[in-house]
């Protein structure tokens, strides 16, 4: 491990991916790419909470279908989510006989368990690992800010929670896309309060994060056809433009953010985009697995953000620590 950084010795490979997303994030701009779309949010259940469980199921039972995969053959699943005690990919679980990692990185969760899952196969003690993150926008509001039913006024910085899960088959043998190496971020706080502007929070997170990867590999940002943070949405991914200048580096037009991507609206609808877990894991699982395996896109830096706040630690005005993680995807024939 060099600055924060780990180099895998083998090739841990992406063997399929597998997106569901709500009916707002299939009309926005990358809604070719996901697999499956929902009419109803709430999926004919009764709580909305319900509906996320669903949809974490849903997504894991479709990977298994795409893959032709048994339950049998999956040596464990690393999965999160929002809710407390992330509930969604808890009950869920209890659907599948696998063993079951739970994880929360609040909306970084998915590069956490693609990271983890990832040092599981190089060291050699697992062959197929299930990666998945799930989140909903009404699941996230009420226990984050406020209940829908209030009407409550977004605010100019606030952004949407993606309802969707995606899940990542990892394995060492069959794929096009390899995980090269990963970055593990630090817990960054510059002091941010407000809960509705959590780019603002998570971009120092992301800076640091990519400052040391780009160290730790002695690459440029230019090194990538894409960097792409998780959930800073339109005012953070611009924070993080100019926090990366004031240390020198510039980064240019092969940079986006998968929140500032999710979207088509007014800021009124949808403020500065998309944040969750499932804001990441869709877009990757989705846009970029589809890019790369094209062949459009052949080295991919994928920078998953993370506010980890809760409910309790907001309402007794704490800052908002967050973290960002690195991982590097490159087709397999670019791979050393």
Do not use: W
């Not at 997106?19 to 949010?41: A, C, N, Q, R, S």
């Not at 929360?104 to 956490?112: L, M």
């Amino acid at each position: 491990m060099k600055n924060q950084t780990i180099f895998f010795k083998n090739n841990i490979l992406v063997m399929d991916t597998a997106t569901i997303v709500g009916p707002k994030e299939h009309e926005g701009p990358l809604g070719v790419y996901f697999d499956k779309d929902i009419e109803d949010d709430l999926l004919g259940q009764k709580t909305f909470e319900y509906a996320e469980i669903m949809l974490h199921t849903t997504v894991i039972k479709y990977l298994l279908n795409k893959t032709k995969l048994k339950q049998d053959d999956i040596d464990m699943c690393f999965c999160g989510d929002l809710m407390d005690e992330i509930i969604a990919c808890n009950y869920a679980m209890r659907n599948f006989s696998i063993p079951f990692m739970g994880l929360f990185n609040a909306c970084a969760t998915f590069g956490e368990a693609v990271i983890l899952g990832s040092v599981m196969l190089d060291s050699g003690h697992a062959d197929r690992i299930i990666c998945s993150t799930s989140s909903h926008f009404s699941t996230a509001e009420r226990q984050f800010r406020n209940p829908l039913e209030l009407g409550t006024q977004r605010t100019p910085l606030s952004q949407t929670t993606v309802t969707g899960a995606g899940a990542t088959l990892l394995n060492k043998k069959f794929g096009k896309i390899a995980v090269e190496c990963a970055t593990i971020g630090r817990v960054i706080d510059y002091g941010v309060k407000d809960a509705n502007d959590m780019g603002a929070a998570m971009a120092p997170a992301a800076r640091e994060t990519l400052l040391s990867h780009l160290e730790a590999t002695g690459r440029s940002p230019s090194y990538y056809d894409l960097i792409l943070t998780g959930d800073l949405g339109k005012a953070g991914s611009n924070l993080l433009r100019i926090l990366m200048k004031e240390k020198g580096v510039i980064l240019g037009d092969n940079y986006n953010d998968c929140g500032a991507m999710m979207f088509i609206g007014d800021q009124e609808k949808i403020g500065q985009g998309g944040s969750g877990p499932a804001c990441v894991n869709v877009t990757f699982n989705g846009y970029v697995y589809k890019k790369m395996m094209s062949g459009e896109l052949t080295k991919v830096l994928l920078i998953p953000t993370g506010a980890l706040l809760s409910k309790i630690s907001n309402l007794q005005g704490e800052t908002i620590p967050s973290i960002a993680h690195a991982i590097s995807f490159v087709r397999k024939a670019e791979f050393q």
